[in-house]
């Protein structure tokens, strides 16, 4: 059974870091891309980094870029996401994801959240003023 994990969110303040994990099982993430989104209510999942299955292929979005590192450990079928410089905006759900078919491998057309298939249940990060 494929599950993912979230965790190392919390409240933090403007300017602070916070590095996220997700933590799979039930698969060889070696083998899959994964990527990180993230969902405020009433809006839609943003889809933020993206790494490729051998962590070559990497994609950020505009938010985040210089901001944001997506990194992954294939020996401990886990990935992260270390975030500096955090900022009001960034308050969000954050969600692992990865998927299977064509572009499991890789990071193609990766913010639409419909294109993800194995969802953790998110972790809370809220970054105060």
């Known amino acids: 059974q494929i599950q993912l994990a979230e965790s190392g969110g919390g409240l933090v303040q403007s300017g602070g870091s916070l590095r996220l994990s997700c933590a799979t099982s039930?698969?060889?993430?070696?083998?899959?891309?994964v990527s990180w989104f993230r969902q405020v209510p009433g809006k839609e999942r943003e889809g933020v980094p993206c790494?490729?299955?051998?962590?070559?292929?990497?994609e950020y979005s505009d938010a985040v870029k210089g901001r944001f590192t997506i990194s992954r450990d294939n020996a401990r079928d886990a990935a992260y996401l270390q975030m500096n410089n955090l900022k009001p905006e960034d308050t969000a759900v954050y969600y692992c994801?990865?998927?299977?078919?064509?572009?499991?491998?890789?990071?193609?057309?990766?913010?639409?959240?419909?294109?993800?298939?194995?969802w953790g249940k998110g972790t809370q990060v809220t970054v105060s003023s």
């Open positions: 039930g698969f060889a993430l070696e083998r899959y891309a």
């Open positions: 994801a990865t998927r299977y078919g064509m572009n499991a491998g890789n990071c193609e057309g990766y913010r639409n959240a419909n294109d993800w298939d194995y």
């Open positions: 790494a490729g299955r051998d962590g070559g292929i990497t």
